[in-house]
């Protein structure tokens, strides 16, 4: 593995690619560079000797130049909102251990409605009908184990009182779901050489399939296994890379939320349909006449956060620097709370300084004590940025929507995390000058 060293260090071996597969994916433009990206020790000396980390410092790091590969796990879960900074050693350990216990009970709790949680196995096929009813021998199993190739036959029983009828309408629509996290699963990143180990992808269903039973409102959606690999391949311990996804998804589920008369992520699309509409109306007019005024072509850019578009080095360096430049030091609740929700542990923490928030927080602060409206996740502007980047292309070759998604298309392996996040900003700045000068 590559040691800390000169700058502009290429990280493309810290997320080694199959050799079979390596003309299909695109290089990291992603460079370790003395002097901008947190390297280990700026890590390690941020810490007080009680553990208290200086946030301010590392987010200063991690918006001008990312987090070293080595130290990104830990990195993400000061800036998901897993740990306070203003939590001492100690104090995150007890919580680590709380959350490690729960997630063991969840599972468990998963396993006695279905045993192949667990198991190293993964299920490929439905097991049970919309009415209950056990679908018997499918062919549904996957082996997940690392000394075991190949597929092998269910015959058995898939599930404690498999034989019976479930009428639980919750343990139904879980059961139901299982499958496609499966089918999710096998397609996931597997250029990589992490998922060559089967472990690692029976680890990948497993923390989906808890994750289904517990946010039973938004259960398992296809572009969640998507959000969730980054986690597996940075964190060693299955619940600790849970608990990341799962804050994750606080940030991101009201886009896999649906219903009958909306989509999750229409919000951020007529966000996007507004701030084209400001930023440039003549492609925005143009976009419109086209048929694409409800900014579609756009949602896979939404769900899984560019991941398609990018490399996977790229997607955590572009996804790293999103959450320093929007980090809330109140992201972390003070609180951590047990099942019944009962406070059973508190942080005292300082009151926060404007430096322990991310750029585009304080920009966005500032423009919360002028207009009073609630904040626009960065990933609009990134969006609105490779809109404005392929503007003058949109405008004289897309003649539909095909030609849209086409042209959008081409973007991939192409995209400049740096720069876009660098352009997001601008146009943030911009976009909220603009609505300013209309209002006076």
Partial sequence: MKRWGSSGQAADSFYQVRPDCSQNVPNTKFKIKAGKTLSVRKWHAAF??????????????????????TIRGEVWEFLLGCFDPGSTFDERDQIRERRRMQYARWKEEC??????VGSGKIITAPIITEDGFPIKDPLVLLEATSDTQGTSIATGNSGNGIE?????????????????????????????????????????????????????????????????????VLLHNEADAFWCFERL?????????CTQQSVGVENQLQHLASIIQVLDPKLHGHLERLGGGDYLFAFRMFMVL?????????????????????YDPGICSTYEEDNTGAVVHKIEGKVKSIRQFGKYERENMKKRA???????????????????ENSTKLLQEARGIDDIIRI????????????????????????????????S
């Avoid at 923390?207 to 959606?221: F, N, P, Q, R, T």
């Avoid at 998804?249 to 939320?257: A, I, S, T, V």
């Avoid at 207009?371 to 404005?388: E, Q, T």
Wanted: hydrophobic fraction near 40%.
């Fill in 111 to 116: 396993k006695e409605m279905d045993s192949h």
């Fill in 408 to 439: 959008l298309n081409n973007v991939n392996g192409n995209l400049d995390a740096k720069r876009a996040c660098v352009v997001a900003l601008k146009l943030h700045r911009k976009y909220h000058k603009k609505l300013q000068e209309k209002k």
């Fill in 370 to 388: 002028n207009d009073g409206d609630g904040p626009v996740p960065i990933s609009v502007f990134l969006v609105a940025s490779v809109l404005k």
């Fill in 164 to 232: 019976n009828r479930v009428l639980d309408k919750q343990i139904i629509d879980w059961k139901l779901t299982l499958h496609q996290i499966g089918l999710d699963v096998l397609r996931t990143d597997r250029t990589m050489v992490f998922y060559e180990n089967k472990d690692n992808i029976s680890k990948l269903w497993d923390i989906l399939a808890v994750y289904a039973w517990i946010d039973k409102e938004v259960g398992y959606c296809q572009g969640m296994s998507d959000l969730c690999s980054p986690m597996i």
């Fill in 306 to 326: 560019f991941r398609r578009e990018l490399s996977f080095g790229d997607s955590l360096y572009l996804w790293e620097m999103m959450w320093a430049l929007e």
């Fill in 249 to 257: 998804m606080r940030r991101l589920r009201g886009n896999f939320r």
């Fill in 48 to 69: 007080t000797r009680d553990g208290c980390l200086d946030i301010a410092s590392v987010l200063s790091r991690i918006q001008r130049g990312g987090v070293h590969p």
